[in-house]
């Protein structure tokens, strides 16, 4: 996430406002992995997970149906 989708997403109120924005954010990782042949996405859904896990909140990126790794789960890129 950018320092301007940082702030952008502390400015939104409830979760009409915060969905469209998570499902942009999500588009816009998928789209970089595809270019630079990254992982962008999947590193960033983990952080935020870890993140909202230790603030013991709920998770937003739950409800959103988020895209399966390419390779599949726990498979490592040699």
């Given at each position: 996430?950018?320092?301007?989708?940082?702030?952008?997403?502390?400015?939104?109120?409830?979760?009409?406002?915060?969905?469209?924005?998570?499902?942009?954010?999500?588009s816009r990782?998928?789209?970089?992995?595809?270019?630079?042949?990254?992982?962008?996405?999947?590193?960033?859904?983990?952080?935020?997970?870890?993140?909202?896990?230790?603030?013991?909140?709920?998770?937003?990126?739950?409800?959103?149906?988020?895209?399966?790794?390419?390779?599949?789960?726990?498979?490592?890129?040699?």
């Open positions: 996430m950018l320092k301007k989708e940082k702030k952008r997403f502390k400015k939104l109120s409830g979760k009409e406002e915060r969905r469209p924005f998570l499902e942009a954010l999500i990782l998928k789209e970089q992995d595809s270019k630079n042949d990254s992982n962008r996405l999947e590193r960033w859904v983990r952080i935020y997970s870890r993140k909202c896990a230790k603030k013991d909140v709920p998770n937003p990126l739950e409800k959103l149906k988020l895209p399966e790794p390419l390779d599949g789960p726990g498979s490592e890129k040699t």
